[in-house]
């Protein structure tokens, strides 16, 4: 996608304040639709406040170092934090002894896996179910890089990639996806034209629904493509005859495997749906 900078909000696009915080002159934090940290280049300016944007990078921040942690270092998308280093870890175990060795991005195996899940619920007319979050694995290798772990890494003894961190959890890669999808229907002034369905979710008030209103489309492989990400809107009709306002996303669309995610945004009026004879 090309980088475009939308025009100016002038308040928060996800709990209506109109201060970036109380008694604050500052303007509202810009929004990186799809986030920074993974190479996005919409941005959003003056959208967001102070309190939302603690939240969305709660969500946020398990989901670029955990999923995407290697993959970002790979792609060579620079840390906001000078700290953070360039190099990667993975783990070798002999005679009962762990040792970390820390390597080149570009020597780690160019391997990326990440949730995939079925349609949104509400997609095919179905009713609001609790905690029921299903969902599998994808993913792809990135071209130019080796698929396989380098038969100098095993010293002998086992070998093993550290775990993606426990809160880089399928519920909060799903929130992230509710959260790009609801900025850039904002972004493109779609918004005023639906009812937002996702804001309790990005927010954090109904996290038991999450499923209902963001999903994909599972055991399909997408082609690759171009660009860093594939993203669009659309609509959709489910069988009950509710036509709703839909983000088809992908995330680093230019690695093979990687899923289509459907989230829906938002629910147009009834009255919308009514032709003349």
């Given at each position: 996608m090309q980088a475009k900078k939308y025009p100016a909000v002038g308040k928060c696009i996800y709990c209506g304040a109109e201060e970036y915080a109380p008694g604050s002159t500052r303007r509202f934090g810009d929004e990186h639709i799809i986030p920074d940290g993974l190479g996005g280049r919409?941005?959003?300016?003056?959208a967001s406040c102070k309190k939302c944007e603690r939240i969305t990078n709660q969500f946020e921040t398990p989901i670029l170092k955990g999923i995407f942690h290697v993959v970002r270092k790979?792609?060579?998308i620079p840390s906001k934090k000078k700290r953070d280093p360039d190099k990667v870890t993975y783990v070798t175990e002999l005679n009962g002894k762990l040792q970390y060795v820390t390597v080149d991005p570009k020597d780690y195996p160019g391997i990326i896996f990440t949730y995939t899940f079925f349609r949104p619920r509400i997609l095919d007319g179905q009713p609001l179910l609790d905690d029921i979050i299903g969902c599998g694995m994808a993913g792809g290798g990135i071209e130019g890089l080796n698929w396989e772990l380098p038969p100098?890494?095993?010293?002998?003894?086992?070998i093993s990639l550290p775990p993606i961190r426990k809160d880089a959890s399928a519920l909060n890669l799903m929130r992230m996806l509710a959260k790009i999808?609801?900025?850039f229907a904002?972004?493109?002034?779609?918004i005023q034209s639906v009812r937002p369905l996702l804001l309790p979710l990005?927010?954090?008030d109904d996290l038991k629904h999450a499923w209902h209103y963001v999903g994909g489309t599972y055991e399909e492989k997408p082609p690759r493509t171009d660009e860093l990400f594939a993203m669009f809107l659309k609509d959709e009709v489910s069988p009950d005859g509710k036509r709703y306002l839909v983000a088809d996303i992908r995330l680093y669309s230019h690695i093979s495997g990687m899923p289509r995610y459907l989230v829906v945004i938002g629910e147009y009026p009834s009255d919308l749906l009514r032709c003349e004879p």
């Open positions: 919409l941005i959003l300016p003056e790979q792609l060579g100098e890494w095993f010293q002998g003894g086992t999808a609801h900025s904002v972004a493109e002034g779609k990005i927010l954090g």
